[in-house]
């Protein structure tokens, strides 16, 4: 049988899903050493409070990257089912890709312009998806 290998598109897209589906660790690992593991893990709202403002915002990140996620995702399945892929989203799956893996730093870290700009980034790697399957590229 043949092996399959993905297109740009959907190698960057599988790194991202990956990426995001790891980007709790970091936060639930630091409310097991603030609270121990069973008192983080015995939580049946998911609404135990951290000591630190880096793992808030870092969960809020992590939310804000699944968001996305639900934009980013589609685009770049219905752009490999059409085959209207191209040089261009290549470039925008990558730049996205790490558009967001910055924009979950700078933002853990609290850095407010940065975050503002590579999350622009991402934006416009997700248009630029958009509108190639809208046939302006």
């Known amino acids: 049988m043949p092996v ?3 297109t740009t598109e959907l ?3 599988t790194l991202t899903v990956l990426m995001t589906g790891l980007m709790w660790m970091p936060y639930i690992i630091n409310r097991m050493l603030e609270q121990g593991i069973g008192f983080a893990m015995w939580d049946p709202q998911g ?3 951290t000591e630190v403002t880096w793992a808030e915002r870092m969960m809020r990140a992590h939310a804000n990257a699944v968001e996305n996620l639900a934009i980013f995702a589609p685009l770049v399945l219905t752009l490999h089912v059409t085959g209207l892929n191209n040089d261009a989203t290549a470039l925008a799956c990558m730049a996205y890709f790490f558009a ?3 924009h979950y730093i700078v933002f853990s870290f ?3 312009l940065m975050r503002v700009l590579v999350f622009m980034i991402s934006v416009v790697a997700q248009v630029t998806l958009a509108l190639t399957l ?3 590229f």
């Open 11 to 13: 190698y960057w897209l």
């Open 110 to 112: 609290g850095i407010p």
């Open 100 to 102: 967001r893996l910055v």
């Open 4 to 6: 399959a290998t993905l």
């Open 134 to 136: 809208l046939g302006a």
């Open 47 to 49: 609404e135990t409070k």
